[in-house]
């Protein structure tokens, strides 16, 4: 059983930067990938990054060059560091893995871009 929960959400003004948490309660390390999803207010869940158990990252066309994401094996915990954040990047933030047989899910931090 993987638990996952995120921390570190807010309000930010447009141009701001956040960093997000995802602490797990195993070892990160042995999970194939940790991802980042999002989902704003009447939209789809979409998914923002991801890293490998390789430390390999690929980041949605929408975020690349302002995520960035990471992890700390010490800590069990992934963070995605958000910058130059915009109004459009207004939702709730959730982490992601998958432990056979199934995916983990946490429960979400909201991320409010306004001025």
Known sequence: QVQLVESGGGWVQPGGSLRLSCAASGSIFSFNYMNWYRQAPGKQREWVAQMTRG??????D?????????????????????????????????????????????????????S
Request: proline share 3%.
């Open 55 to 60: 430390g390999t990252t690929m980041y949605a």
């Open 62 to 114: 929408s975020v690349k060059g302002r995520f960035t994401i990471s992890r700390d094996n010490a800590k069990n915990t992934a963070y995605l560091q958000m910058s130059s954040l915009q109004p459009e990047d207004t939702a709730v933030y959730y982490c992601n893995t998958f432990v056979s047989p199934r995916e983990y899910w946490g429960q979400g931090t909201q991320v409010t871009v306004s």
